[in-house]
C-alpha cells in the first residue's frame, strides 16, 4: 500500500479540490481515504463559504468518525472501529456500498494516523489518500508522498508565495541520514538549531524543521549545518489556487488573483511540477498514477 | 490533574484565569502562562510538567485557524500529541472547528467553566442556565398585618367596625348582581333576573345581540389562530433579580385586544416579567352589569368577560402572576368573582381611590368594596390596594391613611391585602418641593411610615417613576429602571413598570418598549445586587411627616364616624387637592 497525503500552507489552499481529483485520477484502484481534519462540510467553519464535497466511489474506504459518517450521503458499511477518539466521535474504518458524498473526521496525530495506515497494510488498499488540515504538516511524516497546496488564501504577494514554497520544498529534499550522526528528537526550534551550528545532525523528519514563523531564517541556519532526516514523504508536485476568501465589511467573499506566473518560477527555479488542478488536472493524474505504478 | 493553560492571544486571557480559579478551588494543579507566551516556550513547559490537559484559548479570526493547527502540529512534533489532551476554547469556536484543528475538544461562547470542567474531569454537565424555573411567588407570604403602633391600631379598628356595622344591612346592583352570577356560573339559568339589575347596553347586547360601540365578537377562527400562536410560542424563562429574589416585576396591559394583549404579556415573559396586571376600559366601571363572550374593544383597555378572561389565562406562563383589576367602578365584587373563576392571583381593591378618583359613588363602592374584600378572602385572592389619587394632587399622607383602612378591612374580613404607594413625582411633591434633590428621600419616606404602621407587602406601583418619564426612550428605561432600583434597595416586595413610551404613547404602547424597561430593570438589579441606596436626612423628616399626617388623617376619620360621608366631605382629599367624589351608581344602595 503507498499512502499520498494532500498538505497545505492554509486555509483554503486547494487541499480537497486536489483531493477529488486524486480520487478521480485513481479511480481503478483500491483506495482508501482520510482526513486529518475535517472535510467534506458544506460551509467553511470560519469564512461561511461553500466548501467542495468530497465523493468517494463503490468499493472503496473511508476512515472516518461515526459522527461525520451519520452526515455522509454514500452508504457506508462499519469494518472497524479504532480506538481513536475526536471532538466528534471515534475513529472507525468504513467500506462504501454506495457511492455518495462523505464527511471525513480522520486522525488528527502522527501516532493515530499511523496506527490507521498500519492497519489498512493488511487490508486490500492499494492508495490510501489523505487530506490535510489547515497548514497541518506533522503527520504526513508517515506519508509516502505529498502532494503541496499552495494558495493565494496564504498570501497574495507572490515572492512571499515562492520563497516559502521554495524552503518548504527544500526541506522535502533533505537526504534521508543514518546512525552515524547526532540525533535531535521532537520540534526542532530555530534556537535549538542555531545550537547546533557546524554540526552533522539528524532530525525525525522536514516537518519538524517546518513549524517555526520563520522560514527565511530557517533556510539560513541550514546553510551553515548538515541535516538530514530519518523520514520523509516524497513530494510529487505542487499545486496553486488561485482562490481565496477576503475579508469584507460582513463575512467573507470568494476573491482571485492570477497565479500562473507563481506556477511556471516554481517548475523553473525549484524544479518540482507545479499546476492548478482546476486546469490541468489530466497533468495531475498523469504525474500521480506514473509515480504510483512505479512503486506498486 | 495536571493543566497548562495557554492563552494563544496577545491579551486576552480573562477566560483560562476563571478557569484556573475554579481548577485550582477543585484541588487541581494549574500552569497559568501569560498571554503572547512563544509557543516554542510553551512546548518546552508542557515537556517539563507533562501536564494530562492543555488548555488553549484564542478568539478565533481568519489566520488564527493557522496559529492553532500549528500549536498542534508542534505538540504532535514534540511527541506531545498523545500524552496529553488538547483542548481549545473561544468567541468562534465549535466542536467541528476544534476537530478540524485536531483539538480532542472545543468550547465556544457562552460555555460556562462548569461545562469544561465536567469534561476534563469526565463528569456529565447539564445546561443549568437553559432551564432557568420560575415558580409562582405569593407576594403575601410571612407578613402578619400587625398594626404596630396602638394609636394606630385603635383608629383602624374604629373605622373598619363602623364600616362594616354600617354595610352590614346595606347592599347594591352590584352585589346582587354577583349572587346571581355565582349561581349562574354553577349552571342556573338566571340571565333574566341577571338583566334586571343591568343597565340598557348589556341589556340590548344579551336581548337583541347589539354590541357597544367599538365592541366585537371574535370569531371562531381567531380565537383557533389564538390558540396555535400561543402554543407556538416558546422560550427560555428568565429572571430578572440579580442576587436577591425581591422584588417581583409586573407590567400593565389592556389594549383592548385580547390577542394583543397575550402577545405583550409573552414578550413581557420572555423578558423576565414575573407578572401581569389586567386593565379594562374606563367605561366598564360606570357601566350596571358585565358583558359576555369573546370581544375585542378598538380603544385603551380589555372588556372584562370571563370568556376574555379565560383566554388571556391560557397564554399565560404557569410561573406569571396575574392581577385583575377591580376596584374602582360598578362591577367591582363581580369582577373579583370573575377573576377568580379564571384563575387569577391577584386583584386589585381600593374604594378610597376608586371613589376619589375612580368616578364612581363613594357610598356605593364603599358597600361593593367591603362585600369585593369579603370575596377576595373567600377566594384567597389577596388584593392590591393603589393609591393613584396622588396624580390627582392628594397629598400621600391622606392616600395611605385611605390605604390603610382599605387594609386593615380586609384583614378583619380574612382578605390579604398588598400596600401600594406611588413611588412617583407627584403635584403634591411638586407643590412642597419635597423632590427638589433627588428622587430617593420622599419614596424612601413612604415606605419607612407605612412600615412604622403595619407589617404589610409593599408593591409600589403603579407604575414606578410615574410623572418622571419623558417621551426619550432612554430617560423613560433609566428612571424606571433606577426606581426600580430603589424598590430592589429598600427590599420591596414587588413593583410595576411603564414601558418606555407608556407615558406618551398615542396609540397602542409598542412590544419594544416593553423590551426596553424590562431590560434596563435587568440591568438596574445587576448593577446594584445587595448594594443599597442610602437616602439622606431628610428621608427620615418626610416619614415622620407622613406618619403624623396619616394618623392627623384617620384621627379626623374616626372621630366623624362615619366612612362614607368622611370620603364625600374630603377627609382622605379635598376637591382642592384633586379628590373629587364620584357620581356613578349615587343612589342605588339599599338597605336590605
Redesign the interface.
Known sequence: MLSLGVLGTAKNTGKTTTLNALLKCLSGKSIAITSIGFDGEDLDHITGLPKPKVLIEEGSFAVTSEEAAKHSTARLHLLRRFDIRTALGSICLYRVRQAGTVILIGPHSSEDLLTVKQTLEKDMVEVFLIDGAINRIVPFQHSDFVVLAVGASRSTNLDFLLTETRIIVKMLRLPIGGKDRKLVEGLVSLEKLSSLRGERILVESPMHLLLTEDFVRLEQLLNDLDVAVMRKPELLCVTVNPCYPERRMEGYALARIDLSELARRIERELDVPCLNVMEEEERLCRIVVEKIDKQG | MKFVLFPLDPVHDVALKMLNRELLKRGHQTILLPPDTKM?EV?EIC?KEMPDFIMVSRT???GA??L???F???L????L??KCKVVVGGK?I?????????????FGERTSWEEVIAYVEGGRFEREEITVKKTKKDITQGYTYEVRDSAFRELLDEISDQILAWAKDRTSLAIERTKIKEKMLEGEDLLEEYLKLCDEVVVSYFRKNVLPKKVRLITKEEKEKFERLVNRIDFNERILRHSLDKPLVFVQYGTGCPFMDAMHIKVSEAWGADGVLHFDPSWGARCEGLLEGLLAHEEDGSIITLENLKLIKSALNSSTLWCVRAHRGLNTPETVLLAARAGADLTKINMVYGSLNGGTDPERLTVDGVYALQLSARYKLPYDIPTNEELGGVPAHKAFAGMLVVAHLGVKLGARPILKPLFCYSPDVMINDYMKDNYVDYNVAKVLALRRIMDAPIWPGEPIGFMTHTEDRVQSAMTTALHAALASSLGLDAITIASTDEAYARGAITVSARIDTLRAVAEAFRFFGRARIEPTKKAEEYAENIVNGIYETLKKVAERQDFVAALYEGLFGTREEGANPGRAGRGTVRKC
Open positions: 516554542e512546548i515537556q478565533v479570526g481568519y485557524a493557522e492553532l493547527a500549528r498542534i502540529d508542534m504532535d512534533a514534540a511527541g500529541r498523545k468562534a465549535t466542536k467541528e472547528l476544534a476537530a478540524e484543528l485536531g483539538y480532542d475538544a472545543g
